[in-house]
């Protein structure tokens, strides 16, 4: 992600739309990628990143000008992702997945568009280990990181982790993708 | 080369795949959803957040000083009034004013009580069937009264041997409490 330019974050403190927007629409494409792989659908990737970014134009002034905001921005959008997986992870009772390769008319292409797609991968894990393969391997945080923020111990993160790479692995050994 | 490191490389292999293509999922922007967040941003800028209004402490000093002034008011009134002195009075000459007695059932001695019925010579005299020379011959002597006016001393012992309610009998009694029975 390019820097974001100072006239925006300028404009951004004094609460100014014009700005707000300038920066939502900077900001807009690697935010919702990392949302969309913790949520289960378009339309809730789109509504943690708006929860989001209403958290970040309203408490702009609040960043430290030390600090990095593209950093601080991303800190509260997993934030936010999180909040929706712990919120929800106790609802997800079929995967996208085997739900498109059971409708009368799907078509062996389409299953294999599905499994190809890195998203649907990620959908057909369980909640919780979506989440934990996604904030150790992609965001780079550590089990005891993973654990406070999931609101669980540091031994059920190495296992959630352990148990997402072994599904993920025999997905894309089938797809042969590897 | 140990059994897990086979299957180590498989997951970092797993682990790469996903960081190479988590940058390449295809995004395109909605202005749908830049004009929902520009809507919640207008609300919550046209109703902020409602600043917690001032409230005085009840229980700050000047409450108390307060209080304790009219404290002080209250007893010194209440004190005006003679009502504290007149709680301690006998209540014989508190109840007057509720109860009126005629002069025959007045006849008892002065420390009857006059809200509990009270025996006179003629209905004591009529349960008993005693001699009316003879009791109050011995009220008499005691009282150092007219004979004729005085009831008798033992009103009690009088209408107890009558079956009649004795002042002790007539006494409050503490409700019972009622029994809840659980078939």
Redesign the interface.
Known sequence: MTAIPESILEGCRK?E?RA??QL??HC???F??LC??YAECPADA?DI??KA??NI??KFDQFREEGNVLGWMKRIVIHAAVDYVRANRRFRYHSPMEVAADLPGASTADATLLEND??AL?RELPFTSSAV?NLF??EGYSHREVGELLGISEANSKWHLHHA?KL??HK?QQTA?? | MTPNQPEKK??S???A???Q?????P?T??PA??N???A??DA??GNPTKTLVHRPNRLGKGWWVSGIFLLLLGAAWWTRQGAVINAFQPASQGNTKTIRLDSEQLATPERAQPALPVLTNKILLQKTGLKPEKVSATSAEKYDLPAATIAPIDTTIASQNAGLPTNDSLKILPAKKKKHIFW
Do not use: G, M, S
Request: cysteine-free; overall charge positive; glycine content about 0%.
């Open positions: 609460k739309r707000q927007e939502y629409r807009y494409a690697p919702l990628r969309l792989r789109a990143l708006n970014f209403f134009l309203t890195l998203l990620l393969f391997v992609v790479r993920l692995q894309l993708a590897l | 498989e997951y292999r797993v682990d795949y996903f960081r293509n988590a940058e390449d999922i995004v922007f909605d959803n830049w929902a967040l520009a919640a941003l919550a800028a």
